[in-house]
């Protein structure tokens, strides 16, 4: 996915910068940028980040920069900030998002006279730059900004940093988030509101869907109001990929975590495979607070018997091979064997999305000694690869073990959406024999999602806000 933070003040930002942007360390693992506004210009760098923390590759910058105003990116995908010289004067650009029509808004700028573009390794073109080719047609920077809003397909949610002032962007429909914290002398802007409290900002407020502001150090100028009808934000914000402390529509991570996970439970109460379970435990590290939830509910002990190694490992999604995220799937975690030898576990994972790295998780615990294993996934299977943040999103939606699993059961990979709406349904035969044939290739001595509707509820934000396209494909 990736994230952004920007800052604006009467005094050097730079480690504002620095530490606000590396608290989104966990949104991707692939390129991180700083970009400051100097007295002659921009200073700009980008580095690799995918074999090492973010804060290791900034040290030379950090010590020989200042600047009173400046932006920052974390990103899976294309490197960035990018510095842009336009009729609209320089400025530097960050996004987060996915441009599902990407081919032909380029094809567009071309034919409109628009030049260039610098083709990236595999001839791609970095998105970024293409937002910045669109923004440039407007007659001012917020006018350039609602063109990007009103011609991209999928999602967009973007930093501008002028020379004299960051322009913020949420996406139209709020898909990601981005939220504004405050100080004495300055402001800053964020796409998870919790990385700038340990820098002394106060949460001020979240832009509404499609808002745009301008950022200085004495104030928040609204350029655009926010478009309050179709927003959906992302719910996997709060079942996997947002951190514990965030806050999204005024709703915490971690509470609603402990709230999904207790409702898991309830639908667990009568089970009879579960009288003799001895703990609860969580796939570390976003599946722990739904298995405290359950816990608490329950009343069954909670124990940890996989330990993350967290001072090497990055998250397992974010490599762009399958072997490599099997390879670190299978290093990050350590068993605990005194724990695990002779008991029984009911396991929760955030998701399971292709299958993989909950076997190799699974594997740890029978090979350590686990009698049962009981899986129980936080979240509904997932039928639909995202196609507007990055998660879940692959080169085929066979990469799914849901859907994998639907073609084995159907004979065929042409599956209509009138089918997969019945194994979407938790109450449908076609949904308890998908399930069931999951549980049985993965190896689960039980097996058990959350409903979709027990998972709206503990986010506790209107359902018609929240896009829930990987699990009913509903748009």
């Not at 407007?138 to 011609?151: A, F, R």
Request: hydrophobic residues 35%; aromatic residues 10%; proline residues 4%.
């Amino acid at each position: 996915m990736g994230g952004i933070f920007g800052a604006a003040a009467k005094r050097d930002v730079v480690l504002d910068v620095f530490f606000g942007v590396d608290y989104h360390s966990h949104l991707g693992t692939k390129t991180g940028g700083m970009c400051i506004l100097q007295s002659d210009g921009f200073d700009r760098s980008i580095h690799s980040i995918a074999n090492a923390p973010f804060r290791t590759k900034f040290q030379k910058e950090i010590e020989e920069i200042e600047g009173n105003l400046g932006i920052a990116a974390i990103s899976d995908s294309e490197p960035q900030p990018l510095t842009v010289y336009s009729k609209l004067g320089n400025y530097a650009l960050a996004t987060v998002g996915i441009i599902n029509n990407k081919e032909e808004l380029i094809a567009d700028v071309i034919k409109l006279g628009g030049g260039q573009f610098m083709s990236m390794s595999g001839g791609k073109i970095n998105s970024t730059e293409l937002v910045g080719s669109i923004i440039n047609y407007g007659n001012s920077i917020t006018d350039g900004i609602k063109l990007v809003q009103k011609k991209i397909e999928g999602s967009m949610t973007l930093l501008l940093m002028t020379q004299d002032a960051i322009y913020a962007a949420r996406d139209i429909h709020g898909r990601t988030p981005l939220a504004i914290g405050k100080k004495d002398d300055g402001y800053c802007i964020a796409s998870e509101s919790f990385s700038f409290l340990n820098l002394g900002y106060e949460y001020f407020r979240e832009l509404g869907p499609g808002e745009i502001v301008k950022i200085t150090a004495d104030e928040i100028i609204v350029e655009s109001p926010p478009v309050e009808k179709d927003i959906r934000i992302c719910t996997f914000l709060w079942s996997y990929y947002g951190y514990p402390t965030a806050v999204y529509e005024n709703k915490n991570v971690e509470n609603m975590r402990y709230r999904n996970g207790a409702k898991i439970a309830i639908l667990d109460k009568d089970d009879p495979e579960l009288q003799n379970v001895d703990y609860v435990a969580g796939v570390p590290d976003s599946g722990i607070a739904h298995a405290l939830g359950y816990a608490m509910e329950s009343k069954i002990p909670y124990a940890r018997p996989l330990i993350k190694y967290t001072p090497t490992w990055p998250r397992s999604f974010m490599p762009s091979t399958q072997k490599a995220r099997d390879v670190i799937a299978r290093m990050k975690l350590v068993p605990d064997q005194e724990i695990i030898q002779g008991k029984e576990f009911v396991l929760i994972d955030d998701s399971i999305v292709r299958g993989t790295q909950l076997r190799e998780t699974l594997s740890y615990l029978y090979d350590s000694g686990a009698e049962k294993i009981h899986v129980r996934s936080a979240c509904p299977p997932i039928l639909y690869s995202c196609k507007y943040l990055n998660f879940s999103r692959s080169v085929s939606e066979m990469d799914l073990i849901a859907r994998r699993v639907i073609a084995e059961l159907e004979g065929t990979t042409d599956i209509s959406e009138e089918i997969l709406k019945e194994y979407s349904d938790s109450s449908s035969e076609r949904y308890a024999k998908m399930v069931e044939k999951i549980r049985q290739v993965s190896g689960f001595d039980t097996l058990k999602y959350q409903t979709l509707e027990n998972l709206i509820a503990a986010v506790e934000v209107e359902p018609c806000k929240l896009c829930t396209y990987c699990w009913d494909g509903k748009e």
